[in-house]
């Protein structure tokens, strides 16, 4: 990992969790998020915060999968990505 690439993750986790923040629920703990896209390496991939809950747990990204987390928050990965990206000055 790259030093600017470890400071951009740093920036995203200490904003904390995306989901939590659009929820109301204020600022949470968070884990990087890999969006994934076909054909894209993890490496290369756009990242969220997403808390443990909405990360791995039974109601997040990999617990619902990518339709049903859209379908129970009304929002997708790509609008949490652009939230997240104007809340660190990359919009």
Request: with cysteine; proline share 3%; charged share 25%.
């Amino acid at each position: 990992m790259k030093k600017a690439e470890k400071e951009l993750y740093g920036k995203i986790a200490r904003l904390g969790c995306c989901l939590c923040r659009h929820l109301g629920y204020g600022e949470t703990p968070s884990e990087i998020h890999h969006i994934q896209k076909n054909g894209i390496p993890r490496y290369q991939r756009e990242v969220i915060g997403l808390c443990p809950e909405h990360h791995r747990g039974n109601s997040g990204i990999h617990g619902l999968g990518k339709r049903g987390f859209e379908v129970r928050y009304g929002i997708d990965e790509q609008a949490l990505l652009q939230k997240t990206m104007e809340l660190i000055g990359l919009d």
